[in-house]
């Protein structure tokens, strides 16, 4: 079974993960203060503000990974995006390269119409 590390989710995850689970993956999530339903529909959440202590995000994932093994970091919230690619870089994993992340987030271009 294929495990996805979600770094940060905005709103209601249940409809995108039961949806993984349907499909076979296992999910597991980094968030500062996973609220009740995050806790209630991911297989395990690390409570690690990520955006003030990625080391500590980083160290976590790596332990995950020793103990279960990760096939996918990705995030579903734009804070996210950098974390993830960081994690995902760290485990060498594919992923958005942490520079791109960054100029995503701050490219003023890709908000303009």
Request: some cysteine.
């Amino acid at each position: 079974m294929k495990h996805l590390l979600f770094v940060h989710t905005a709103g209601d995850a249940r409809p995108y993960v039961e949806r993984l689970r349907a499909l076979g993956f296992r999910a597991s999530l980094i968030k500062r203060c996973p609220n009740a339903s995050d806790q209630a529909c991911f297989d395990a959440t690390f409570d690690i503000d990520y955006q003030e202590d990625l080391s500590a995000a980083l160290a976590c994932a790596v332990e995950l990974n020793r103990r279960d093994p990760i096939d996918g970091v990705l995030s579903f919230s734009e804070s996210g995006v950098l974390g993830a690619s960081f994690i995902a870089e760290h485990l060498g994993l594919p992923a958005n390269a942490p520079a791109a992340a960054l100029r995503a987030r701050k490219d003023r271009k890709s908000t303009r119409l």
